[in-house]
Nanobody
Framework: QVQLVESGGGLVQFGGSLRLSCSAS????????MGWFRQAPGKEREFVAA????????YYADLVKGRFTISRDNAKNTVYLQMNSLKPEDTAVYYC????????????????WGQGTQVTVSS
């Protein structure tokens, strides 16, 4: 079992930046691949970014590629999402998730989820 807690969300203006953090407790953090997803009102939860256990590989949705950066610090049991050049369409609840295996792009591959943090981008 692992518990995930997101933080760092808030209100930011168009073009601004935020850094989300997700702290993990429980079983060995480095055993999990980690992902960030987001869900806007009335929409399905969608993939944003993911990172492998040892940070060897990262994956991004096309909509955020070049603007967002995922990273992790296994010593701190934390995964980060640096979000730059934010747009109003980035407004959503952002969730971090942990997985043992499977595709990084699909929610069904993830075993544990945080409670989410709200990101709102004003125009």
């Amino acid at each position: 079992q692992v518990q995930l807690v997101e933080s760092g969300g808030g209100l930011v203006q168009f073009g601004g930046s935020l850094r989300l953090s997700c702290s993990a407790s429980g079983r060995t953090f480095s055993s999990y691949g980690m992902g960030w997803f987001r869900q806007a009102p009335g929409k399905e939860r969608e993939f944003v970014a993911a990172i492998t256990r040892n940070s060897g590989s990262t994956y991004y949705a096309d909509l955020v590629k070049g603007r967002f950066t995922i990273s992790r610090d296994n010593a701190k049991n934390t995964v980060y999402l640096q979000m730059n050049s934010l747009k109003p369409e980035d407004t959503a609840v952002y969730y971090c998730a942990a997985q043992y295996s499977g595709s990084y792009y699909y929610t069904r591959s993830y075993n544990y989820w945080g409670q989410g943090t709200q990101v709102t981008v004003s125009s």
